[in-house]
């Protein structure tokens, strides 16, 4: 019988890890695209004329988190795609150089949003959409630290600043 139950158990772990591997099939008009499961697709720069792939790839939302001063974002005409393309968008803006817990606190309001999943989160590279998911992960999924530190670092998240902020603003807002 514990024998039964430990390959069931192994049955299941398997099962777990393999709905939540990450995925990074080649999108055109979007850098590092990495997605998990069909709840979210974190990646970098992403040119408005991608926005319609991304809807017919199931997203509800586009949840942008480049400042509208970067190279590339052209935040005006990613907001008039989204809309022609019928996907929710949402400017976050997001300094990953003096990150702000306003815009993680911003950022659980939206993700929480019924309509707004599944989400393609972006920024330039990949690493603040990956940081704000693992936020995510843990204070709304349940997960723990170190699963979701895991899976943000195959979502792209390869910045030991970004990432200690998201470790500090867990421990400060997990209840």
Same mark, same amino acid.
């Given at each position: ?20 591997? $990450? ?12 997605? $998990?499961?069909?709840? $979210? ?130 421990? $400060?807002?997990?209840?």
């Amino acid at each position: 019988m514990k024998r039964l139950q430990l390959i069931f158990a192994y049955i299941a772990l398997g099962v777990a890890f393999a709905q939540s591997q $990450v995925k990074k099939p080649a999108v055109p008009g979007v850098s590092n695209f990495a997605h $998990v499961e069909t709840t $979210v697709a974190c990646a970098g720069a992403t040119t408005p004329a991608a926005l319609a792939g991304i809807k017919k790839m199931g997203y509800a939302s586009v949840i942008n988190l480049r400042l509208a001063s970067e190279p590339g974002a052209d935040i005006e005409t990613e907001a008039a795609a989204a809309k022609a393309a019928e996907i929710n968008f949402v400017h976050l803006p997001f300094n990953g150089g003096m990150p702000d817990p306003a815009v993680a606190d911003q950022f659980i309001k939206v993700i929480t949003t019924p309509g707004n999943q599944p989400a393609f989160i972006h920024c330039a590279s990949g690493n603040r959409a990956a940081a704000m998911w693992m936020i995510k992960r843990v204070l709304i999924d349940g997960w723990d630290n170190d699963r979701a530190s895991e899976e943000a670092s195959q979502l792209g998240l390869t910045s030991q600043p970004l990432k200690t902020f998201a470790l500090s603003y867990i421990q $400060v807002h997990k209840k």
